[in-house]
């Protein structure tokens, strides 16, 4: 028994000796076309949640996406090939988006999206070491340092500093007054505080900030403490419910502050809530995408299509001009890229796009610079129950801040 | 089949016949499936710490979480650094960095044992919840150590100029690239193995009969001359350097830590694992730590082939959705099953 196992273990060894090397077998083969690419599709990944904590918002996303690839590929797609989705739900569980991007990556040029900061940041070594042109969906300045990602629109410290020069702008505040920034914990709220206070140093405007929870609902405390510092503006980075009771707490002790926001936290939903009164009055809302239902030709074919599909389970929001600008953008730089559908391709072209035209739905986009933010405008809008995706443009065009210019991301040192 | 799993010989030869298989396994398996052993191999020795913890010597803890963050991000604080310009790191080789990480764990669980001395139970648990709460403030503020809510990278494990859970050397056996998992693999295994293999040998001895006894009842145990106080004690730093064993190999898995993961529903993660083991049953925490890190991963990827479920997003029922539902449905019947067992035996 003893020699027969010291024989089986020698000849183990010797065998996995001599089976070890450090050359790879064979050639290295490289083909013309990039993985999942073939004569009459293109697979591009897009990770997501669609069962987690903010399964919502992707499944918003993902609707908004599948409407416009749907449209491109009835028009003949793109590169004279139509566009696949490989859609897999990460459940907001880092673990398993690292198993579903190593499950995707061989079979897809890139990725469309890929939802949630905290996969994101899991994935970013691999993202980067692997060469995948990936689309964050997120709007946080950190991303924009990584030479694979890209950000659709200006990110969310941009946001907050078109934000406060509007306020200023309009005389809705002026200056030497407080403001007090109510901001999530998390990449969202961190990132549009660097924001406000660089803004504010900017604008002579005294700065007053506040961190929350995502799961906290009651804002009371915050809003309290904001009052007695006499703030005569609140900037809210929150979830949408956060706003709607930020809104409802102030206006009810009689204090009609007005409250800018920044990207996520409006929902047309809060129209039909009891706090529907105070958001409507008090709320302004700062993000880079034209909002739903705009009377506008690159929010009406939006509209028009969704009107036609109906998603099941989705409602007319935010959400779906999200989804569908993520597509379009990632679409128009892929059409740089037909002449060589490979990973490298893909990166140079990404790199060579200095002006990504989604037809107004969002800024021009600029993605010739690692580290530099895509585009600086914001769109400025109101709640508006009137409208469909329930808000109301203030700003024809793009508004951008004269001082918006001279912001550097974190990226840009 | 009771009789024979306990004649030693099989048994041996049934260890010799999974350890042959487990070595060979990377060359034929799919990077899933190395993956799938690997992350539950990880949470198999943090399982086996928190069994020894809740199922033999009866402390309730709900901070299991905290201590494998404290082993991931001790390990990639202590270690060579990445060259992140944002997190500071000491710059100590690996293995140091790793020994040194989990030694951190086991500070912490003995700082936190005397609470563990004066609470039982329930109330225990609710204890321990603070630290939970005292590890996401930490995780979000201190920014050097932990990179704030950006989390950090974790540096490859190198051993001897051989990197693990890295592209070099490169490395082909039998003409298969031997890639980041195929590396870690014998390392997360062997860890496993001698995890195993020492705590089963603890239990066995004076310490593990002495455990159980006060589990049973403090009184009859400290009249029989067993240090109460210490055992248990004792019982939380071996469950905490287990915990950050566990946190340093779950960091090399995953090459970046973020606060999100180390929240309380790890903890009730680790839970799950060992009460569908059966608590205090080693080899039943290993296999709860399979079910509860496998299940969901094994839906994820085949969820799509089942019947009446729909590709993600495209309307109807998701698989995501429906992984769920399966994943809850299979935890109550293995607990029915499991308390049948437990009356028939």
Known sequence: MRRALRLTAATLTIGAALACSTQPPGGSGAGAAGPGVTADAISLGYLTDLSGAISGQGRVNLAGTRLYVDRLNAAGGVCGRKIKLVVEDHGYDVQKAISLYQKTTPNVLGYVSLLGSPQLEALKGRITSDHVVTGAQGWDSHILSNPDTLVYGTPYDLEMVNGLSYLLDKKIIKRGDTVGHIYWQGSYGEDALLGSKWAAAKLGLKLASVQVDPAESDMTRQVRGMQAKGAKALLLSTLPTQTASVASVSSSAGWKVPILGNNATFLPQLLTTPAAGPVRDQLYLVTSRLPYGSDDPAARRITTAFEKAKPKGVSPEDGINVGWATAEAYTEVLKRACGSLTRQGLEKALRASTDVDTGGLLPALDFSTVGAPPSRGVYVSRPDPARPGGLRLLTKNLYTAGIAKQYKTPGQG | ?345
């Open chain 2, 1 to 345: 089949m009771t009789y024979l799993s306990r004649s030693p010989a099989v048994r041996r030869g049934a260890g010799i016949a999974l350890a042959l298989v487990a070595a060979v396994l990377p060359l034929f398996a799919s990077d899933f499936w190395t993956q799938l052993v690997l992350y539950s191999a990880a949470a198999a020795v943090g399982a086996l710490g928190l069994t020894v913890l809740v199922g033999l010597s009866g402390q309730l803890s709900l901070a299991h979480g905290f201590f494998l963050a404290i082993g991931a991000y001790g390990y990639a604080y202590l270690g060579p650094g990445t060259g992140s310009p944002d997190t500071a790191s000491l710059g100590l080789p690996g293995p140091l960095a790793a020994v040194l990480a989990v030694a951190a764990a086991g500070v912490a669980g003995l700082v936190f044992s005397p609470v563990a001395a004066r609470v039982r139970g329930i109330y225990l648990g609710l204890a321990s919840l603070a630290l939970i709460m005292v590890g996401r403030q930490v995780l979000a503020d201190a920014r050097p150590v932990t990179g704030g809510a950006y989390g950090r990278d974790v540096p490859v494990l190198d051993l001897f100029g051989f990197h693990f859970a890295d592209q070099g050397p490169y490395l082909y056996v039998l003409g298969v690239p031997f890639g980041a998992y195929d590396r870690l693999w014998y390392v997360v295994l062997a860890l496993l193995a001698a995890c195993y293999w020492f705590v089963r040998n603890v239990l066995r001895s004076r310490v593990g009969r002495g455990l159980r006894t006060v589990r049973d009842s403090e009184a009859a145990a400290a009249a029989a001359g067993v240090d109460v106080q210490r055992y248990k004690a004792l019982a939380f730093v071996l469950s905490s350097v287990y915990a950050g064993l566990a946190g340093v190999l779950l960091g090399l898995l995953f090459q970046h830590v973020v606060p999100e993961y180390f929240g309380l529903t790890l903890s009730v993660q680790y839970l799950a694992m060992i009460v569908i083991g059966g608590m205090g049953s080693l080899p039943g925490a290993v296999a709860g730590a399979f079910a509860v890190t496998g299940i969901p991963l094994l839906l994820g990827q085949y969820g799509g082939a089942l019947p009446f479920v729909s590709s993600s997003g495209s309307g109807g029922l998701d698989s995501g959705v429906v992984a769920q539902y399966l994943f809850g449905a299979l935890i109550v019947v293995i607990l029915v099953i499991k308390s049948h067992r437990r009356v028939s035996a």
